[in-house]
């Protein structure tokens, strides 16, 4: 059974930092792009980031380009999204997702998905 985990999330202010994780289980993920949403309370789910596996290419939302990275770690079967310099808005629910297909920046294109971590910024 395949299953993806998040953690890392937590409560943090304004201005600092969070890791996230997600681990892959039940197959192997190498050859998946992975990516990151995240859903606001009242907000549809958008798209944060992601990476091919392919050529290791990444793609961020203009909201957080320049704060967060993403990362992965096949031999752990494992990704991550470093954020930094956080912001309010920046509070939502992340989620991890896997995808064997080209479009990255659209939820429905992944076939797997994690359950979520929650993610809250205080000012």
């Known amino acids: 059974q395949v299953q993806l985990v998040e953690s890392g999330g937590g409560l943090v202010q304004a201005g600092g930092s969070l890791r996230l994780s997600c681990a892959a289980s039940g197959r192997t993920f190498s050859s998946y792009n992975m990516g990151w949403f995240r859903q606001a309370p009242g907000k549809e789910r958008e798209f944060v980031a992601a990476i091919r596996w392919s050529s290791g290419s990444t793609y961020y939302a203009d909201s957080v380009k320049g704060r967060f990275i993403i990362s992965r770690d096949n031999a752990k079967n494992s990704w991550y999204l470093q954020m930094n310099s956080l912001k309010p808005e920046d509070t939502a629910v992340y989620y991890c997702?896997?995808?064997?297909?080209?479009?990255?920046?659209?939820?429905?294109?992944?076939?797997?998905w994690g359950q979520g971590t929650q993610v809250t910024v205080s000012s």
């Open positions: 997702a896997a995808t064997r297909r080209y479009t990255l920046v659209v939820g429905s294109e992944y076939d797997y």
